[in-house]
């Protein structure tokens, strides 16, 4: 398994648990959607605290890590341990 080459990668989820991002090392996400496990996928890049979003079909959406949580279009999600 590889290492994180970061603090942030991992799986991040809303508290429900509907929502899941997999921030991969390689600088890829998977997002999950429900029973869709591969929602959405594409690249990431972490500036600091803050992520940009690049979706395979063009997409783009941002997010802050605040105090350890990810907030991301309006939804919170924290790790997953």
Not at 15 to 29: K, Q, S, T
């Amino acid at each position: 398994m590889k290492k994180p080459t970061h603090a942030y990668a991992g799986m991040w989820v809303t508290a429900d648990g509907h929502i899941r991002h997999e921030l991969l090392p390689n600088g890829r996400y998977i997002e999950a959607r429900g029973s869709r496990e591969r929602a959405y996928q594409g690249r990431y890049v972490l500036t600091g605290d803050h992520i940009d979003y690049w979706d395979d079909t063009g997409f783009t959406a941002d997010g802050d890590f605040i105090d350890g949580v990810l907030h991301h279009a309006g939804m919170i999600l924290y790790r997953r341990k």
